[in-house]
Nanobody, 125 residues
Framework: QVQLVESGGGLVQAGGSLRLSCAAS????????MGWFRQVPGKEREFVAF?????????AYGDSVKGRFTISRENAKNTVYLQMNSLKPEDTAVYYC?????????????????WGQGTQVIVSS
């Protein structure tokens, strides 16, 4: 059973930065595709970023965060990060880390196998 624990959320002013971390209880993090999603009440979970460490390594981002957010991973530490810069009030949400066994349909929240409990990010104007 994979456990994911997010940290690093909090309150920040618009234009500021935060770095979220996701610690995974896995033997080999490189085996998994790792994603970040976010959700606000009453809305569907939104894709933020994805990292695949397989043979065809790649990164992907949601349109609303491209150029501002960066996903990275330290496989040796079983940790995934989400660096968030130039934050906007509309980035306010609960951010979730998720893991999956493949890179297929990485933008779809229902394709993931494991989820963290989420960390709240609030961006004030």
């Amino acid at each position: 059973q994979v456990q994911l624990v997010e940290s690093g959320g909090g309150l920040v002013q618009a234009g500021g930065s935060l770095r979220l971390s996701c610690a995974a209880s896995v033997r080999t993090l490189s085996t998994y595709g790792m994603g970040w999603f976010r959700q606000v009440p009453g809305k569907e979970r939104e894709f933020v970023a994805f990292s695949w460490s397989g043979g065809n390594r790649f990164y992907a981002y949601g349109d609303s965060v491209k150029g501002r957010f960066t996903i990275s991973r330290e496989n040796a530490k079983n940790t995934v990060y989400l660096q968030m810069n130039s934050l906007k009030p509309e980035d306010t949400a609960v951010y979730y880390c998720a893991a999956k066994y493949s890179s297929i349909r990485y933008g779809n929240w229902d394709s993931y196998d494991y989820w963290g409990q989420g960390t709240q990010v609030i961006v004030s104007s």
